[in-house]
């Protein structure tokens, strides 16, 4: 989700790391969390981090961001919104900023790999000595393949924590067997063929969906590490849940020699801050809309797009005649506005949780990402899914074939890799038709996939169980680093 633009007054006149530190000096039980310092990642970890001060009133959590992202948070007004005993420390920026990451994200990949580490052990020396004592545990973004080892040296348990699908997960913790299988191969042939035959359990997977990933070499090799490394973790956690992913979550407990914890769905409240009144604009506009009936339309904050592509989606939504609620973000509202006629509103910002809960809304045109189809499937709205790259693609695949909640797009794309105007007419009309028998399947999964949410958060429910379980085993040193790595 796209952050709200505010200033917010300093937390204290102390800087992040001696407030993290001091508070947490007086903690019967301190962790440290590490997020990859990306926004679809650093909102499940504090999400993740609510959970866990929630659920164990003496536990005190440090997150761990770079100095920029300390401020993102704070403009955001994220930071004043955070638990007490959820706290922020900072590393120097040692990684290319975030706001040209995209210029070259296989060079950012590399940064993080390889500069984030070092400061990152300074500080948690630093904790350490001001606690008097080593953290409890640490609770680290998969993709941070380093932080095993470092919580290791100290004899500090690390808990893996992955922010995408499980489906994802058990597929690339069998890189190694479909790798080869798809080298030098047609997109047409592999699109005929299921990972199953690989990686028993992923079905709905085909091989067309994770070719693509063997053109980022680097990140590919980074990927492959992380994964051998979180085979030496004390524990992994989801953010997703296991109804959502039942096969895969237990294939994934028969494979890794460490406990996981599914405790999902994790998602991250926007703040409310100085954007009310545009929210208010954007609920009158909502509220005018017949139940059903707006296609609430987002890309992400992470997703590049020609300019091709962004014009063929607008006049094929403008051509279905489907009311449209649109977050442009960087494209101009006025231009979209011209280009997709009056049955759309499209604006710069909202608070996409909030969109998708409105009763106007019947569908979400998505990129897919792990978060906004965490999101899709608790407010109980069928996806049109357009997946751009890295796991859009199977996310979209298991909404659309293993789910039946939605439509993939990408399945629409032409010989120049385009989904022309009229496909994504045609697929908007399909996904938001109340009375077609498609239509009306794909709302009628949608809703239960909404109640298996509802049912996994509650307590006895599937994530609930699983989260209290994580707290027990740490605090009975079920997760203690063995003396033989440490």
């Known amino acids: 989700m796209t952050p709200l633009h505010k200033s917010t ?5 102390r800087s992040p790391q001696n407030q993290a530190m001091a508070t947490s000096a007086t903690a019967a039980r301190h962790m440290v969390a590490l997020p990859y310092p990306g926004r679809g990642h650093i909102n499940p970890m504090l999400a993740v981090c609510r959970l866990l001060v929630a659920a164990d009133g003496a536990l005190t959590v440090t997150v761990v961001v770079t100095e920029e992202w300390h401020g993102l948070l704070a403009s955001a007004g994220v930071t004043p919104t955070l638990p007490d005993r959820v706290h922020l420390a900072t590393i120097p920026n040692v990684i290319p900023s975030e706001h040209g990451r995209g210029a070259d994200h296989g060079g950012f990949i590399e940064a993080v790999n390889c500069k984030m580490g070092e400061p990152v052990e300074r500080l948690l020396d630093r904790l350490a ?13 998969t993709y941070l393949q380093w932080a095993v080892a470092a919580g290791a040296r100290r004899g500090i348990p690390v808990c893996s924590l992955w922010t995408q ?7 690339l913790c069998h890189l190694d067997l479909w790798q080869p299988a798809v080298e030098g191969v047609s997109d047409k042939e592999l699109s005929c063929k299921s990972l199953e035959q690989y990686v028993p359990g992923l079905s709905s997977v085909r091989l067309s969906d994770i070719k693509i990933f063997l053109a ?4 590919i090799k980074i990927a492959a590490e992380a994964f051998v490394n979180v085979r ?3 524990g992994v956690l989801f953010t997703s849940f296991h109804e959502l992913e039942p096969s895969s979550m237990s294939k994934i407990a028969e494979l890794l020699p460490c406990p996981i914890y599914p405790i999902g769905p994790s998602i991250l409240r926007a703040p409310d ?3 009310k009144a545009r929210d208010e604009e954007h609920r009158r506009w909502l509220d005018a809309q017949p139940e ?5 339309v987002s890309f992400g904050s992470f997703v590049a797009m020609p300019p091709k592509q962004f014009e063929e989606i607008a006049v094929g939504l403008r051509d279905s005649a489907v009311r449209f609620f649109w977050v442009a973000r960087d494209r101009a509202t006025d231009g979209l506005r011209e280009m997709c006629g009056d049955r759309g509103l499209p604006v710069p910002w909202c608070d996409q949780q909030e969109v998708l809960r409105h009763p106007s809304v019947g569908g979400f045109l998505s990129h897919c990402g792990w978060n906004s189809v965490l999101e899709a499937v608790c407010a109980g709205v069928p996806v049109l899914g357009f997946p751009v790259a890295w796991d859009q693609l199977v996310n979209a695949r298991m909404v659309a074939d293993e789910w ?12 120049d890799g385009i989904v022309s105007r009229a496909a994504v007419s045609a697929a908007a009309r399909k996904l938001m038709d109340l009375d077609s028998g498609a239509g009306q399947e794909m709302r009628t999964r949608a809703a239960q996939l909404r109640e298996a949410s509802r049912g996994a958060v509650i307590e006895g429910g599937s994530s609930h169980r699983s989260l209290t379980g994580f707290l027990e085993d740490l605090g009975k040193g079920k997760l203690d680093v063995p003396e033989s790595s440490a």
């Open 9 to 13: 007054p300093p937390i204290s006149h």
């Open 129 to 141: 000595l001001e606690l008097g004592r080593r953290p409890d545990a640490i609770v680290a973004d």
């Open 165 to 171: 699908p499980a489906t994802f997960f058990l597929a």
């Open 216 to 219: 980022w070499k680097g990140p």
């Open 232 to 234: 030496k973790a004390q």
């Open 273 to 275: 801050n100085e954007e």
């Open 292 to 296: 059903n009936s707006v296609l609430y």
């Open 404 to 415: 039946k909640a939605g439509i993939d797009l990408r399945e629409q794309r032409g010989k």
